[in-house]
Each structure stands twice: as structure tokens, then as C-alpha cells.
Nanobody
Framework: QVQLVESGGGLVQPGGSLRLSCVASGFTFQYYAISWFRQAPGKEREKVVC????????YYVDSVKGRFTISRDNAKNTVYLQMNSLKPEDTAVYYCARSPGRYCSRGPDVWGKGTLVTVSA
């Protein structure tokens, strides 16, 4: 079964940090681009960042540039999202998602179930 499982969410104070993980199974992980999306209550789902499978290209939404860092470890079938200097507006359910190929230009075809990040004092 093709599957993505997120972990690492939780409650943090503004200015704090979290590292999210997404573990993939059921497919050849190294051949696929992986994205992180988020959805806050009452808002549309937003693409946060994507990392390609081979050339290392990374695309961040402007609101997280300089604060979030995506990386992948193909040997562990895992992609990470390091989240620093967190703000209340970062509060959302965070999802990892697979693009149907090596690059970030196509919409996802596989989604995880999400992990909740809450940024509050």
C-alpha cells in the first residue's frame, strides 16, 4: 500500500521550533517529489514547500522562507520539515504529499493524514 505518515506535531510557544517527519512506504521514494501542505481552520489548504526527487530543487511559500527548512533522507524514506521561529499563524494541520513524478510542478496524488501544529502562548 502506498502510504505517507506524518509525525512531530504538537503545541509550541511563539518563537519555538518543531521538526515534522513524513515516512513513506509502498513506493520507490527516491523517484518522487514530496510536498508539505497545511490547512488552518476555516482556510483553504496551502502548499508550504516542495522538494524534488533528484536535482534538489526546493520551493517555499513566501510566508515561511527563512524559517522553515525541508530535507529528505532517501535511505530512510523520510522527508523532514524543520520549523523555526514559529508564529500563531502557522497553526494548522500539516500534511505531506507525493507528487506523481520527480518534480514539483504537478499536483499531489498521495496524501498523509496530517499532524496538528498549534502555536500559542
Amino acid at each position: 500500500q502506498v502510504q505517507l505518515v506524518e509525525s512531530g506535531g504538537g503545541l509550541v510557544q511563539p518563537g519555538g521550533s518543531l521538526r515534522l517527519s513524513c515516512v513513506a512506504s509502498g513506493f520507490t521514494f527516491q523517484y518522487y517529489a514530496i510536498s508539505w501542505f497545511r490547512q488552518a481552520p476555516g482556510k483553504e489548504r496551502e502548499k508550504v514547500v516542495c522538494i524534488s526527487s533528484s536535482d534538489g530543487s526546493i520551493y517555499y511559500v513566501d510566508s515561511v522562507k527563512g524559517r522553515f527548512t525541508i530535507s529528505r533522507d532517501n535511505a530512510k524514506n523520510t522527508v523532514y520539515l524543520q520549523m523555526n521561529s514559529l508564529k500563531p499563524e502557522d497553526t494548522a494541520v500539516y500534511y505531506c504529499a507525493r507528487s506523481p513524478g520527480r518534480y514539483c510542478s504537478r499536483g499531489p496524488d498521495v496524501w498523509g493524514k496530517g499532524t496538528l501544529v498549534t502555536v500559542s502562548a
